[in-house]
């Protein structure tokens, strides 16, 4: 069975800091690992996928199949990137979550 | 597009009464699910469809849940009778399968609290 564990229901970080949020899976396949966040207010969305290794509103991810993480990081936290994070392992259709970290960032 | 499309947002109830969830997927998508979010246990998978046709209900609750989509652009989840238990924010999502990047797109959820 896929599991993904979010370890940290809140992180709270100062502007400018570096942040990682951190993500472990369990799956016995190639996962397919994905954040998803949740800004105040809006909806659920996708933020970045391992596969296309990119980096999105400066957030990067790297999937360590040692280590079975996926954890995302950020350099220097702006307050903006407060909001909901989820990670999230898909084998075929189905799209499991974390339960979430909650990320403040103070002035 | 105006993006997947829920109703009620929010919905109050007393225990015992029958409670129905509306979801408009985005034009063109083909696979539909409803997810369950609570405190306690993050976001479930309650149900998938894909081409209107229930694939994966494995993470329906009991039976007092149920889901149908009777066409491409309409689902429904119903719960009868409600509990307090119930209580949590359902959100549907819709994706065009075989989409490799995975990427399904949510609504903004359907808030509801069973008294």
């Known amino acids: 069975a896929q599991r993904v564990t979010q370890p940290e229901k809140l992180l709270s970080v100062f502007k400018g800091a570096p942040v990682e949020l951190k993500c472990n899976y369990s799956y016995s396949g190639s996962p397919e690992l994905f954040w998803y966040v949740q800004y105040s207010r809006q909806r659920l969305q996708l933020l970045l996928r391992?596969?296309s290794r990119e980096s999105i509103k400066g957030f990067t991810a790297d999937l360590n199949k040692g280590e079975t993480s996926f954890h995302l990081k950020k350099p220097f936290a702006q307050e903006e990137d407060s909001a909901m994070y989820y990670c999230?392992?898909?084998?075929?259709?189905?799209?499991?979550f974390g339960k979430g970290t909650l990320l403040t960032v103070n002035p | 597009d105006a993006g997947v499309i829920q109703s009620p947002r929010h919905e109050v109830t007393e225990m015992g009464q029958e409670v129905t969830l509306r979801c408009k997927p985005i034009?063109?998508?083909?696979?539909l699910f409803w997810y369950r979010q609570t405190m306690m246990r993050g976001l479930e998978l309650l149900i998938y469809?894909?081409?209107?046709?229930?694939?994966?209900d494995s993470g329906m609750p009991e039976d007092r849940f149920s889901a149908k989509m009777p066409n491409a652009s309409f689902s429904t989840l119903k719960i009868q009778p409600s509990e307090p238990r119930d209580s949590a924010v359902y959100f549907c999502?819709?994706?065009?399968?075989?989409?490799?990047?995975?990427?399904?797109?949510f609504g903004e959820g359907s808030r509801l609290t069973v008294l």
């Open positions: 391992h596969i």
């Open positions: 034009s063109g998508h083909n696979s």
């Open positions: 469809f894909n081409n209107n046709v229930p694939i994966d």
């Open positions: 999502a819709s994706s065009l399968a075989g989409d490799v990047t995975g990427e399904l797109f």
């Open positions: 999230a392992l898909t084998r075929n259709y189905k799209l499991t």
